[in-house]
């Protein structure tokens, strides 16, 4: 069993940037690709960010390149998601999960609560 904490989320206004942190506790995250995905309000929850175990591969939806980074400290246990020129719509709720590198919800087995970031224009 894998627990992961988002942090990092806030209110910021566009074109600022953030920094979410993903902490794992139960089991050492080298043994899992992970991921970032966000969820805004009516809309279904959307793939972000991938990255290998050894931080080796990423791979990053379209809407995203250039502005996030994703990056992980398998010795911390975390994994990080940089954003950067944060426009409107990117506001939802961002969550990590460990499974994959895939950008299918399904593939992923462990998620967590969740971080609002939201950003005003």
């Known amino acids: 069993q894998v627990q992961l904490v988002e942090s990092g989320g806030g209110l910021v206004q566009a074109g600022d940037s953030l920094r979410l942190s993903c902490a794992a506790s139960?089991?050492?995250?080298?043994?899992?690709?992970m991921g970032w995905f966000r969820q805004a309000p009516g809309k279904e929850r959307e793939f972000v960010a991938s990255?290998?175990?050894?931080?080796?591969?990423?791979r990053y939806a379209d809407f995203v390149k250039g502005r996030f980074t994703i990056s992980r400290d398998n010795a911390k246990n975390t994994v990080y998601l940089q954003m950067n020129r944060l426009k409107p719509e990117d506001t939802a709720v961002y969550f990590c999960?460990?499974?994959?590198?895939?950008?299918?919800?399904?593939?992923?087995?462990?998620w967590g609560q969740g971080t609002q970031v939201t950003v005003s224009s």
């Open positions: 990255i290998a175990w050894s931080g080796s591969i990423t």
């Open positions: 999960a460990a499974g994959t590198m895939t950008p299918k919800v399904v593939d992923y087995t462990y």
């Open positions: 139960g089991r050492t995250l080298t043994y899992y690709n």
